[in-house]
Each structure stands twice: as structure tokens, then as C-alpha cells.
């Protein structure tokens, strides 16, 4: 068989490539503080000011965010549980600190004050009316929606519930919730093994042992308190189901249009009634006073059924309808026609006449009665949060701004007396508008967003607030001049005030049809400045294009220099319209544009301003066209170069960080670099420091970003990165990735003023805010840039037995890579690069500590994470991608002069599939592989072994597979039966449970851009 590849001048290539002018800086983590609270948190934007704190503003469903006693708003605006008084009407919104977002709720009729939420596959309770919860339960988490979807109490007993969940049927406790045994005896499952009860589960007052539940379209009922159920079979869906206040044994059942009766404890049902035309069930109520009458909440309104007719009491929607038992109150919730719920109404009339009732609440999605009070349960709503730190990571003022609906922060800007300006949207309709401001719109009734604008004074109490541009405009940008004007930029539809002697003082969105549905034309940007105190316009203007006709969609980014003029920086729409503009100056007055200028493709996220009004801008290059870099950028074009294969992502993944410098008058482009590697990238900040240095952070999913002197590798994706540049873009002064094992997003990088990095971002999946501080000492002399495996060239996690390399400068002859203080024996060594292989007693989870040590001298250290296995197929040229090193069936080197044929074997050559053992000669790894062609076809394994290869480093696994003919392909999908292998085949291959579907997603699958040549 023949083992020797072609890695002709491999090392040479690889170790010019690494070679920088100099070692520049080393960052190094100074300190991480992290806020949030119990919910989800994620920043937004971040500013530093000259003494250097940093500034963070977000958006938080935390009830407990932690604030302090400056807050100028110490409690959430919005409550996902709001207790009302029946007796007088006052609410209270309740801020339990440890409770998650209410799936359902129950009350205890037996025991008043004693109520009981599912939160996901969580029980809680409550006995003081819903100031305080206790977890009391929490099932298992199998399979999509198994959570707990209905939740009831035995009115008689308060001890006895019963849940409904998704997955898994119907479940009851006899001991208030503590412990629960399943009882589905006579519930069928689905072919998944799955049982959906979620629709809903009851129990008859007069009767408690009759129970009914309610999943998929079915209704079940039980007889003898849920040991055994046999279903019931009345016609459609059903929506509810409520019992006859005066009759026992009696109920009703609503499905979609008709109701239906039953007088035998819901044994039989015989039809009552039908709905007017496209009218639907959402909920229904017994009126607990007069016998026989039912009230309806429908897609068109509230009904009243009466004498065997329906009539019409209040038209809109109302999805959610109860009775109060003891009285004759009704609680509704209830919109115009067409509109979403927003709040609740009172009507002790029977609908003749409804009122408001308790705070408005967007998306209620339940109301239920314990006692004196009301409870209103609502989609948990966001609320903003502004943070100030001092420059040792102290809070000098955390607060919330916000009102009952969701309140989102977007942007935010620094006074030159510290004081901070926000702007964001909103769909609240109570913030805290401040006396004397301007105010032009408010959300409508529906709950879609408007936008706001406040000011914190520099001790965080609020200057002044007030809502800005309606629902056609989105807010998306901030900056204040040298008064404590702030100019707030973003993209709208119409609607925006404008003043007179503007740019452009009106715009229409161009509405087309294509004989299905309408087309809508771009949208335009805009920038509004106010006065500093908030009470009126400057100015206000739509940017729709510039001078030459480049649109102008979305004012993304903004900074205002010492003349007044605004900077704008472009996003262009997800589809452009037509040639977009990438920066644009806008004279003081609002009046005129000064400048601009295009570069297609560039997605502007950020945009800063250097002392003599050059402008530099960052963001993401989509990777379309060719980017325009200027001679002796850091990088000229996407990387790597990888072929473009089916189901596999293009060189760069398709998307890159990039700089841009122009000269203040826009006419040249004086640099322009990428930053990125072989997945998605994207700038998020850019910043200049007090030597001109660039400062650049964003997120990556690359485990090539291009790293400099890091202190740590990749540990998720995406990560956080920050960087710096030179001002000429040439040279990448320090790179790291940023975060831990949760994916992270850095929102901004910022110079302190001192020769330090501030910088904020947001853990993804965790919900929390981050705040770093970043020193930049000189480099070592011996700099560690990268430690990535051999075959793949990627930093992927260090498994036992992988061959590394580690990439740097100043490694002396005697150099070796130092994993947690022993060295590894070196394979090979340059200058810039050592080769090695990691033992075979690694840790397979936790951290690495690397450095490089030579000659006494040692590196800047490096964490990376361990993992159980890194496989990565090794390509024939030694790049990582393109022709992967794998043999024919006669043993000759697969290519495309040589390709395999379909039906025939061909053995991989793969770097590190973790521990293994050997059986009979054969390699048996303690994952499984599995190798697929084309991103999701399956190829049948034979054998595997592993040793040495000439020429390349450590163990080479090396697996046998058959590549599947069309014929066996369409054993399982007919439609293939006609399938061609492309002559150059995506190949990977990954250790332990994979998904074909989503195979690339894989924790441990090789890289991409490695093809198998086929015939």
C-alpha cells in the first residue's frame, strides 16, 4: 500500500506565511466582571470616557437585574406576573427574584393564595399570593415540547394536581406537588413513543375523580382520578372545555366553530350550537349567576350564548376569557379587530359594557382567580439596563429604563461631562417620560415598536426620556456633539418628523406588486438631532441616497466630529436595491451631504474618526465580489482559499471582519484589510487608541482567525476577538479570541485612555453581559500565535495523540511547545513554527495552559480547550484543504487524474481520532466514526488501523470505507437513482453521534474543503 504524501517544502510554506515585522503587544486579561440576573441578558453598545469607565447598555428579562441606590429606575418595567386586587382594582406587578418565565399557572380554589406555574418542565409554588416561589418539581426533559403545557388543582383537595406535558403524557401528585407518577393507562403514544397532552387538563368540581385532557386533536377522560382513560370522540379540535356552574355533571366543549353538551360527566356529547361563518373558539365561560348562559371569546369577539343563540357583545379578538365564581364579574382579555391582546378588561354586565382593568400588559397569555386577587400572566418583556464601571471593573450606577412591554437598547453615546445618551425601541406605552421633552410618537395599540432617546446624568439618574419615530422607523444609531446634542441615526419606512430646509424632507417606500404579493422598495435612513435638554428638534432629515444615487438604507453607525458634522456609516439591506453608499457626511444644519462614498459589498457595524478626520469603518464583508484591499493590506482576500464544494461552506465561510480607512473627503480609499478565517467573521467596534493604533472586536466562528500573541484559543462558536492594527490596516498588531465554553459576542472594544482595552460583550446561550479589561504589554521575544492541528491547520480542541503546530516568532533551536509545564518532544522546528504530538494520556476535557519555551526565554501563555477527539483528514499538499490524502483500492494516491469509483474502497488518512485501542492489528476508537460524502451521504466502514506514515507526524488513523453507489443510494431515496458524485466530493469524517442532517454542526467533525476525487 502505498503511505508516502506529497509535502513538498510543506514547512517552508507554512512558517513564511506567519512571519510579522514585529511581536508588537501580548494582551493580557486584567479582569472579567459579568451581570445579569436570573433571566437573559445581552449588551448592546458600549462607550468609555476620558477618565476611563465603561459604559454598557442592554436589554434583560432579569426581574432581579442587580441595581443600585442610584438607579434611576430600580425595578423591571414589566412583570410576567401582575397581582390586581378584586376588591379595589390596584395592582401590583410582582418581581419574584427566582422565578422563570410562567408556562402555565393554576390556582388552588380549596386553599386561597396557594398557587402553583409550570416554567418549562419545572413545578413551582406559591402560598403567599405570589410574592414568593419554592421549585417544587421538575421532570425530565425528553424529546421537543416536553415541557408542561397544562397544569390544574383538585378543587376539593388542594394537595391533588395534575399536569399535562408534551411528551409524556399526563402526570399527578397527591402530595401538593412535591412528587408526581405518570398515569397514561389507556392514552395511546405516537410512533415516536411520545404522548402530547399539552391542549389542556380538567377536573369536575361536583366530581373530582372525572378528569379530562387533551393533546393532538383527542380527548380523554377518566373516570376514577386518572388510573385508567378511554377517549371521547366529539367532532374538531378541542379549544375548551368548562363545567355547568348549576348542573353536575354537566359541561361543554368547544371545538374550533361548534359546542357541544354533555349531562353524563362527559361520557357522550351531543351538538348545542354552531358560530357564526369564520368565527373560532378561543376560549369559553359559564356564567357562574345565570343559569344556561355561556359567554365566548372568539377570533371576532366576545359572544353570549343565550336561549340557544349567539349574539355578538363586543367585537375584536379576545383569546382569554374567566368568571369570577363569586361574583358577577367577567375578566377578558380583548383587541380591535385583527390586533394582538394587549392588557385586560372588566364587564360585571355581561359584555354590555367592558372597562380596563390592571396595568397594560402586552402578550397575556393568562388570567386566573385565587381569592381576593386577579393574576394576569404575561410573555416575560425586556427591559433596558445601563451599567457604569470604573476602570478596575467597579459599578458605579446599574439601572433599568423600561415600561410594562419590551424595551430593546440599540445604541449609546458618551457626554463629554460623563453623562450617557441611549437610544433603542420599544413597544411600551408607560415609560418614564420625562416633563418638557419632545415627543413625537407612541407605539399603537398592538404592541409594535416606536423608539425612544433618554439621558442618564453622569450619577445614573435619569436627565430626560421621551418617545421618538413610530412604528415605521427603527432606531439604530447615537451620538452627541460637544453640547450634549444627540443625533440619532437608523432606517425607516416613512412617517419620520422631519423639519424644514432638510436634506430630503420626504420619502415614500415604493410599493410594487409581481402579480402575487407586493414587493417592497429599500427603505431609507435617517438622522434627527436634538437640543440637549431633549425638548425639541435640531433637525430632522431622510437620507434616502447620496448625491450619486447610492442608496442610502440605514444609518447603522454615526460619530459627530468637533464641526458638527455627522459621520454615517451604511449597512446595506439584506437584498440590496440598487449600488449602496458606504459612508456619508451630513453637514451640521441637516441640510446638505458634504461627502460620501461606495464600496459595494461592505456591511458597516461601526465607524470612528482619527484627529485629522480620516474615517475608518468596520464591519462584514459578504464576500460576493472582491474586496478592495489596498497594497501591503494584513489581508488582501477570504482565507483560506478553499474549493468550492457542494454543502460546504466558501473560502472565508462567506463572510469576513473587515477595516476601511478613507481620507476625510471621501475620495480615497487609503486602506483597507480582512480579518477573518475559514467560517463567518464580523466586526462589531472600532476605535482608535492615543498612538493611532486601530482596536477591532466583533465575534468568529473560525478556528483560523487570525491570531497574534492570544491568551487563549477558540472555546466555542461563535467567540469574541479583539484585535489591533497599525493605521496603516498592514499590520496585526495583537489578536485573541475572547469568551469560554458558552458561544460569545463581543459588542465593543475600546482604548481606556491608558494603554488598556475595555471591553463588553454577551454570552449567547447564557444570557450573561461581560465586561473585560485588557492590558498590551510588549510581547516576548519568543510569541506564540497559534497552536492548531497539523492536518487541518485549524485551532480546533487538543486531543490525546493529535499533531500540532505551533506558529509564532523567535523560537530558538532548542524551542519546544510546553503543554501545562512539560514539554512535548519536537518533531520538527523552524523560527516561526514547531511541530509535536500530544501525549496519549491528555486530558479530554477541562483546559490546556501552552507556551513556547527556548533557550530560558518563554511565550506569552495560551489557553485552549481539551477535547476527547479532533479529527481532521489530511490533504495532499499539506494546506488543510483541497485533495485529501486518501488511497484507491489498489493502493495508489487518489486525485483527479486518479479518482475512485463508486462501489470501490478508498482508505483516509486522519489526524487524531482520540483514544483507541487495538484489536487484531485493527484500530477500535472509544468514539465512533463516521464518514460522509457530499455533507449527508453515508459510507459503510470496513477497518481501521493506525501507526506511523512517512512524512508525517505521530499515529496516522487510517479508515476504510466503500464509497455508495447511486443504485444503493436509491434503495433508500428512489430520487437518487439517477445521482452523479460531483468529480470533486466533500469528504468528512467525525467521532461519536452525528447528525447526517446537520453533519458539518458537529462538535468532533473534520474540517471542510477536503475532497475524495470520484469517478
Request: proline share 8%; hydrophobic share 40%.
Given at each position: 500500500m502505498h503511505k508516502t504524501p506529497i509535502y513538498n517544502a510543506m514547512f517552508l510554506a507554512l512558517t513564511?506565511?506567519?512571519?510579522?515585522?514585529?511581536?508588537?503587544?501580548?494582551?493580557?486579561?486584567?479582569?472579567?466582571?459579568?451581570?445579569?440576573?436570573?433571566?437573559?441578558?445581552?449588551?448592546?453598545?458600549?462607550?468609555?470616557?476620558?477618565?476611563?469607565?465603561?459604559?454598557?447598555?442592554?436589554?434583560?428579562?432579569?426581574?432581579?437585574?442587580?441595581?443600585?441606590?442610584?438607579?434611576?429606575?430600580?425595578?423591571?418595567?414589566?412583570?410576567?406576573?401582575?397581582?390586581?386586587?378584586?376588591?379595589?382594582?390596584?395592582?401590583?406587578?410582582?418581581?419574584?427574584?427566582?422565578?422563570?418565565?410562567?408556562?402555565?399557572?393554576?390556582?388552588?380554589?380549596?386553599?386561597?393564595?396557594?398557587?402553583?406555574?409550570?416554567?418549562?418542565?419545572?413545578?413551582?409554588?406559591?402560598?403567599d399570593a405570589g410574592s414568593t416561589w419554592t421549585l417544587l418539581y421538575q421532570f425530565s426533559a425528553t424529546g421537543a415540547g416536553a415541557g408542561v403545557g397544562a397544569l390544574t388543582v383538585d378543587p376539593t383537595n388542594s394537595a391533588t394536581l395534575y399536569a399535562a406535558t408534551g411528551t409524556q403524557g399526563v402526570f399527578k401528585s397527591t402530595d401538593g406537588g412535591v412528587t408526581w407518577d405518570a398515569i397514561n393507562n389507556g392514552i395511546p403514544s405516537n410512533p415516536n413513543g411520545s404522548i402530547n397532552l399539552q391542549g389542556g387538563v380538567w377536573v369536575e368540581p361536583s366530581a373530582p375523580n372525572v378528569i379530562f385532557a387533551a393533546g393532538d386533536g383527542l380527548l380523554f377522560r377518566s373516570a376514577d382520578g386518572g388510573n385508567t382513560w378511554t377517549g371521547v370522540t366529539p367532532s374538531g379540535f378541542p379549544n375548551a372545555l368548562v363545567f355547568d356552574p348549576f348542573t353536575a355533571g354537566a359541561l361543554y366543549l368547544a371545538n374550533n366553530t361548534a359546542i357541544s353538551k354533555s349531562t353524563d360527566n362527559g361520557q357522550t356529547f351531543a351538538p348545542l350550537s354552531q358560530l357564526p361563518n369564520n368565527v373560532y373558539f378561543l376560549a369559553l365561560a359559564a356564567d357562574p349567576k345565570n343559569a344556561g348562559v355561556l359567554y365566548a371569546g372568539t377570533t371576532a369577539g366576545i359572544y353570549e350564548f343565550s336561549q340557544g343563540a349567539w349574539t355578538l357583545?363586543?367585537?375584536?379578538?379576545?383569546?382569554?376569557?374567566?368568571?369570577?365564581?363569586?361574583?358577577?364579574?367577567?375578566?377578558?382579555?380583548?383587541?380591535?379587530?385583527?390586533?394582538?391582546?394587549?392588557?385586560?378588561?372588566?364587564?360585571?354586565?355581561?359584555?354590555?359594557?367592558?372597562?380596563?382593568?390592571?396595568?397594560?400588559?402586552?402578550?397575556?397569555?393568562?388570567?386566573?382567580?385565587?381569592?381576593?386577587?386577579?393574576?394576569?400572566?404575561?410573555?416575560?418583556?425586556?427591559?433596558?439596563?445601563?451599567?457604569?464601571?470604573?476602570?478596575?471593573?467597579?459599578?458605579?450606577?446599574?439601572?433599568?429604563?423600561?415600561?410594562?412591554?419590551?424595551?430593546?437598547?440599540?445604541?449609546?453615546?458618551?457626554?463629554?461631562?460623563?453623562?450617557?445618551?441611549?437610544?433603542?425601541?420599544?413597544?411600551?406605552?408607560?415609560?418614564?417620560?420625562?416633563?418638557?421633552?419632545?415627543?413625537?410618537?407612541?407605539?399603537?395599540?398592538?404592541?409594535?415598536?416606536?423608539?425612544?432617546?433618554?439621558?442618564?446624568?453622569?450619577?445614573?439618574?435619569?436627565?430626560?426620556?421621551?418617545?421618538?419615530?413610530?412604528?415605521?422607523?427603527?432606531?439604530?444609531?447615537?451620538?452627541?456633539?460637544?453640547?450634549?446634542?444627540?443625533?440619532?441615526?437608523?432606517?425607516t419606512t416613512g412617517g419620520l418628523p422631519v423639519t424644514p430646509g432638510v436634506y430630503l424632507s420626504s420619502f415614500s417606500q415604493s410599493i410594487t406588486s409581481n402579480g402575487f404579493f407586493d414587493v417592497f422598495g429599500p427603505p431609507a435612513g435617517f438622522v434627527t438631532k436634538f437640543n440637549a435638554k431633549g425638548s425639541g428638534l435640531i433637525y430632522s432629515t431622510y437620507i434616502a441616497n447620496d448625491a450619486q444615487n447610492h442608496l442610502v438604507e440605514a444609518a447603522q453607525a454615526m460619530v459627530v466630529d468637533a464641526a458638527g458634522n455627522a459621520w454615517i456609516g451604511v449597512n446595506p439591506g439584506a437584498i440590496p436595491a440598487g449600488p449602496s453608499a458606504t459612508v456619508v457626511e451630513l453637514n451640521p444644519t441637516g441640510s446638505a451631504l458634504i461627502a460620501s462614498v461606495s464600496e459595494p459589498e461592505l456591511g458597516v457595524a461601526a465607524i470612528a474618526l482619527d484627529s485629522s478626520s480620516d474615517v475608518?469603518?468596520?464591519?462584514?464583508?459578504?464576500?460576493?465580489?472582491?474586496?478592495?484591499?489596498?497594497?501591503?493590506?494584513?489581508?488582501?482576500?477570504?482565507?483560506?482559499a478553499i474549493p468550492s464544494l457542494n454543502y460546504e461552506p466558501v473560502a472565508g465561510g462567506g463572510s469576513d471582519a473587515f477595516a476601511a480607512k478613507f481620507d476625510s473627503s471621501l475620495t480615497h480609499l487609503l486602506a483597507a484589510t480582512l480579518l477573518g478565517g475559514e467560517l463567518a467573521d464580523a466586526a462589531t467596534s472600532i476605535a482608535l487608541d492615543s498612538s493611532g493604533n486601530?482596536?477591532?472586536?466583533?465575534?468568529?466562528?473560525?478556528?483560523?482567525?487570525?491570531?497574534?500573541?492570544?491568551?487563549?484559543?477558540?472555546?466555542?462558536?461563535?467567540?469574541?476577538?479583539?484585535?489591533?492594527?497599525?493605521?496603516?490596516?498592514?499590520?496585526?498588531?495583537?489578536?485573541?479570541?475572547?469568551?469560554?465554553?458558552?458561544?460569545?459576542?463581543?459588542?465593543?472594544?475600546l482604548p481606556d485612555g491608558n494603554g488598556n482595552i475595555l471591553l463588553a460583550g454577551s454570552t449567547l446561550s447564557q444570557g450573561v453581559v461581560v465586561a473585560n479589561k485588557i492590558a498590551l504589554p510588549a510581547a516576548p521575544a519568543v510569541r506564540l500565535d497559534a497552536v492548531q492541528n497539523y492536518a487541518s491547520h485549524l485551532a480546533v480542541p487538543l486531543a490525546p495523540g493529535e499533531p500540532i503546530i505551533a506558529k509564532g516568532s523567535g523560537f530558538g533551536s532548542g524551542a519546544q511547545i510546553v503543554v501545562d509545564g512539560s514539554p512535548l518532544t519536537n518533531i520538527s522546528a523552524t523560527a516561526a513554527s514547531i511541530v509535536a504530538v500530544m501525549p496519549d494520556s491528555s486530558i479530554t476535557s477541562g483546559v490546556h495552559t501552552l507556551q513556547v519555551s527556548s533557550n530560558g526565554t518563554v511565550s506569552?501563555?495560551?489557553?485552549?480547550?481539551?477535547?476527547?477527539?479532533?479529527?481532521?483528514?489530511?490533504?495532499?499538499?499539506?494546506?488543510?484543504?483541497?485533495?485529501?490524502?486518501?488511497?484507491?483500492?489498489?493502493?495508489?494516491?487518489?486525485?483527479?487524474?486518479?479518482?475512485?469509483?463508486?462501489?470501490?474502497?478508498?482508505?483516509?488518512?486522519?489526524?487524531?481520532?482520540?483514544?483507541?485501542?487495538?484489536?487484531?492489528?485493527?484500530?477500535?476508537?472509544?468514539?465512533?466514526?463516521?464518514?460522509?460524502?457530499?455533507?449527508?451521504?453515508?459510507?459503510?466502514?470496513?477497518?481501521?488501523?493506525?501507526?506511523?506514515?512517512?512524512?508525517?507526524?505521530?499515529?496516522?488513523?487510517?479508515?476504510?470505507?466503500?464509497?455508495?453507489?447511486?443504485?444503493?443510494?436509491?434503495?433508500?431515496?428512489?430520487?437518487?437513482?439517477?445521482?452523479?458524485?460531483?468529480?470533486?466530493?466533500?469528504?468528512?469524517?467525525?467521532?461519536?453521534?452525528?447528525?447526517?442532517?446537520?453533519?458539518?454542526?458537529?462538535?468532533?467533525?473534520?474540517?471542510?474543503?477536503?475532497?475524495?476525487?470520484?469517478?
Open positions: 513564511l506565511a506567519w512571519i510579522t515585522q514585529a511581536a508588537d503587544y501580548a494582551p493580557a486579561l486584567q479582569w472579567v466582571k459579568t451581570t445579569g440576573g436570573s433571566g437573559n441578558s445581552s449588551g448592546a453598545a458600549a462607550a468609555t470616557d476620558a477618565n476611563g469607565n465603561l459604559y454598557i447598555v442592554g436589554s434583560t428579562t432579569s426581574l432581579d437585574f442587580p441595581t443600585t441606590a442610584t438607579a434611576s429606575q430600580s425595578a423591571a418595567g414589566g412583570s410576567a406576573l401582575v397581582r390586581i386586587s378584586l376588591s379595589n382594582a390596584s395592582a401590583s406587578r410582582l418581581f419574584p427574584a427566582n422565578l422563570p418565565p410562567i408556562t402555565f399557572a393554576a390556582a388552588a380554589p380549596a386553599n386561597p393564595g396557594t398557587l402553583y406555574v409550570a416554567s418549562g418542565n419545572q413545578i413551582w409554588k406559591s402560598t357583545k363586543v367585537a375584536g379578538t379576545s383569546a382569554i376569557l374567566i368568571a369570577d365564581p363569586s361574583s358577577s364579574a367577567f375578566y377578558a382579555t380583548l383587541a380591535a379587530p385583527g390586533l394582538a391582546a394587549y392588557g385586560i378588561v372588566k364587564s360585571t354586565d355581561g359584555f354590555t359594557t367592558a372597562s380596563p382593568i390592571g396595568p397594560d400588559e402586552p402578550s397575556v397569555q393568562q388570567i386566573l382567580i385565587s381569592g381576593s386577587n386577579l393574576f394576569e400572566i404575561s410573555v416575560p418583556t425586556t427591559d433596558v439596563f445601563a451599567v457604569k464601571l470604573d476602570n478596575n471593573g467597579n459599578v458605579i450606577y446599574s439601572t433599568y429604563f423600561g415600561g410594562s412591554g419590551s424595551d430593546s437598547a440599540a445604541a449609546l453615546a458618551v457626554g463629554s461631562d460623563g453623562s450617557i445618551y441611549v437610544t433603542g425601541s420599544t413597544t411600551s406605552t408607560d415609560l418614564p417620560v420625562t416633563p418638557g421633552v419632545y415627543q413625537s410618537a407612541l407605539p399603537s395599540t398592538n404592541g409594535s415598536a416606536s423608539n425612544f432617546v433618554f439621558r442618564l446624568n453622569p450619577d445614573g439618574s435619569l436627565g430626560w426620556a421621551t418617545y421618538f419615530a413610530g412604528p415605521g422607523s427603527v432606531a439604530e444609531s447615537i451620538a452627541v456633539d460637544a453640547s450634549g446634542n444627540p443625533f440619532i441615526g437608523g432606517t475608518y469603518v468596520a464591519g462584514s464583508y459578504s464576500g460576493g465580489g472582491t474586496f478592495p484591499a489596498t497594497p501591503g493590506a494584513f489581508q488582501s482576500a477570504p482565507q483560506p486601530v482596536i477591532i472586536g466583533g465575534y468568529t466562528d473560525s478556528e483560523a482567525f487570525p491570531t497574534h500573541a492570544p491568551f487563549q484559543a477558540s472555546f466555542s462558536s461563535p467567540s469574541g476577538f479583539v484585535a489591533g492594527f497599525d493605521s496603516n490596516l498592514a499590520n496585526l498588531l495583537f489578536s485573541t479570541y475572547l469568551g469560554n465554553g458558552a458561544p460569545f459576542s463581543a459588542q465593543a472594544a506569552n501563555s495560551v489557553y485552549a480547550p481539551a477535547g476527547a477527539a479532533a479529527p481532521a483528514i489530511y490533504s495532499v499538499d499539506g494546506s488543510g484543504f483541497g485533495q485529501g490524502y486518501i488511497l484507491n483500492s489498489d493502493g495508489a494516491l487518489n486525485s483527479p487524474s486518479n479518482p475512485a469509483a463508486p462501489g470501490s474502497a478508498i482508505t483516509i488518512f486522519v489526524a487524531a481520532p482520540g483514544q483507541y485501542t487495538l484489536s487484531n492489528g485493527y484500530a477500535v476508537t472509544a468514539l465512533t466514526p463516521a464518514v460522509l460524502l457530499d455533507g449527508g451521504i453515508y459510507c459503510n466502514g470496513i477497518a481501521a488501523t493506525i501507526g506511523p506514515v512517512n512524512g508525517l507526524p505521530g499515529n496516522v488513523y487510517q479508515i476504510g470505507v466503500y464509497i455508495p453507489t447511486p443504485a444503493a443510494l436509491a434503495a433508500n431515496d428512489p430520487d437518487l437513482a439517477s445521482f452523479t458524485y460531483p468529480a470533486q466530493t466533500g469528504i468528512q469524517i467525525a467521532m461519536g453521534p452525528v447528525s447526517p442532517a446537520a453533519f458539518i454542526n458537529s462538535p468532533m467533525a473534520s474540517q471542510a474543503g477536503i475532497f475524495v476525487s470520484i469517478k
